[in-house]
């Protein structure tokens, strides 16, 4: 069964501290790995996807590197408004096109 | 930019009751997809639409439910008879093969 593990669950950091949040997978065969943030309320807001390991993208403040069992998020020097729950979700290979999601870790900034 | 969309944001019902969800899902996406989200769990997948039927499904998806593409542009899910379990955040989300985009989402809630 495909699992997808995101730790912390929670995360309070000061303005400007530097962390990173963790997606393990348990996948049969990696087709991609998303990163998605969600604010309270809201829809996830697609933010990157990685397919092989050794790949990073960045956006802003955030970047997400994949290893052959992991994702990391780094987020450097975050912002209040970097505050939100940030979902990772892993797409098997195969023919199936249904992402597994975890459950989130919730980031709060504090200023 | 172009976004998803959904209507209505919020939607009270009585059990029993038949509810219809919309979506406009970004115009030159082929992929359309229904999950939801009960309240502190994970983003769960319903099911898949592609080439105007159904390509995937989960164990969710039962015949409660059904979608509709009625017209081209908007997605729609109907739940037939609502049961209480049935409350949460129902999020469209239109795509290409590896990469999807989330609306806003409609909170059903059932009483």
């Known amino acids: 069964e495909d699992q997808v593990t995101q730790s912390p669950e929670a995360l309070r950091l000061q303005e400007g501290e530097s962390s990173s949040l963790n997606c393990s997978y348990t996948v049969s065969g990696l087709r991609g790995l998303f990163w998605y943030r969600q604010d309270p309320g809201k829809g996830p807001e697609f933010l990157f996807t990685l397919y092989s390991a050794g790949e990073e993208k960045e956006k802003e403040r955030l970047k997400a590197t994949l290893t052959k069992k992991e994702s990391f998020l780094h987020i450097t020097a975050p912002k209040p408004e970097d505050s939100a729950t940030y979902l990772c979700a892993a797409l098997a290979s195969g023919g199936s096109y249904i992402p597994t999601f975890g459950r989130g870790t919730s980031l709060i900034v504090h200023p | 930019e172009p976004e998803v969309t959904q209507t209505p944001s919020h939607q009270v019902t009585q059990m029993g009751q038949e509810v219809i969800l919309r979506c406009v899902p970004i115009?030159?996406?082929?992929?359309f997809y229904w999950y939801r989200q009960i309240l502190g769990q994970k983003v769960e997948f319903l099911v898949s639409?592609?080439?105007?039927?159904?390509?995937?499904k989960s164990e969710i998806f039962d015949d409660q439910f059904s979608v509709e593409r009625p017209d081209g542009s908007n997605f729609t899910l109907k739940i037939r008879s609502t049961k209480l379990e049935d409350s949460a955040m129902y999020f469209c989300?239109?795509?290409?093969?590896?990469?999807?985009?989330f609306g806003p989402g409609t909170r059903l809630t059932v009483t």
């Open positions: 989300a239109s795509g290409r093969e590896n990469e999807q985009y």
């Open positions: 115009s030159n996406h082929l992929y």
């Open positions: 639409f592609y080439n105007n039927e159904i390509s995937e």
